[in-house]
């Protein structure tokens, strides 16, 4: 398996509803549901009580002049992809806006074919078993075959569309290029 979630640094903007369910990241954002709301929330990284990580190491670590929260990959070898991921408490997630800004490589032992993923799970069942999710393949955004480019962003919902259903059943839609760089901060914005 090659995962690598490295660091992270994530602000929420998003439209906010009665809670039914927390929330989960790769960094990731939980259910909710009732009369609709309107509120902009930043949700700060710095404190372990508000985290659970999943088969994932943290910590609070500086990364090129930021404040950031370092996951990486801690899974045992017989965990499937996909179960990597830092669940965020109290917060309440349906339809609306996230923004984040976060950066991923491959870690310093990680093969040639590592792409450094890491991303934002939303809608996130209470068992954390379901949910949404956008993430990067940093490694892809400049290299030299235009297919791999082409496979730069990736929109899934797990576990019922991982990326390789998607990629086959669905062609190009549910991944696309972008011009990234692996270890630098990326500005994301989902709409979702």
Same mark, same amino acid.
């Not at 965020?88 to 491959?106: W, Y």
């Not at 082409?150 to 569309?161: A, G, L």
């Not at 059943?169 to 630098?184: H, I, R």
């Given at each position: 398996m090659q995962n690598h979630w490295q660091d992270l640094r994530f602000r929420a903007r998003r439209l906010m509803k009665q809670p039914i369910f927390s929330l989960i990241a790769v960094l990731a954002l939980a259910l909710s549901t009732g009369f609709t709301q309107v509120k902009t929330t930043a949700i700060p990284l710095d404190n372990p009580n508000e985290l659970q990580p999943r088969n994932v190491k943290t910590e609070q670590a500086p990364y090129k002049g930021r404040k950031a929260l370092r996951a990486t990959d801690a899974a045992?070898?017989?965990? #499937? !992809?996909?179960? $990597?991921?830092?669940?965020?408490?109290? /917060?309440?997630? $349906? !339809?609306?806006?996230?923004?984040?800004?976060?950066?991923?490589? *491959?870690? #310093? #032992?990680a093969g040639a074919g590592a792409r450094g993923f890491v991303g934002v799970a939303f809608r996130v069942s209470p068992d954390a078993a379901k949910y949404e999710c956008f993430y990067l393949r940093p490694t892809n955004g400049r290299a030299d075959d235009q297919v791999r480019?082409?496979? %730069?962003? $990736?929109?899934? %919902?797990?576990? !019922?569309?991982?990326?390789?259903?998607?990629?086959?059943?669905? *062609?190009?839609?549910?991944? %696309?290029?972008?011009?990234?760089?692996?270890?630098?901060? /990326?500005?994301?914005?989902?709409? #979702?």
């Open positions: 045992p070898a017989n965990v #499937a !992809d996909g179960i $990597q991921l830092v669940i965020l408490n109290k /917060t309440e997630f $349906q !339809d609306g806006v996230i923004e984040i800004e976060l950066t991923g490589e *491959p870690g #310093a #032992a480019r082409n496979h %730069s962003t $990736q929109y899934i %919902s797990y576990p !019922d569309f991982p990326w390789h259903r998607l990629r086959k059943e669905f *062609p190009e839609k549910y991944e %696309s290029y972008v011009d990234l760089a692996p270890g630098e901060w /990326t500005k994301v914005k989902i709409d #979702a």
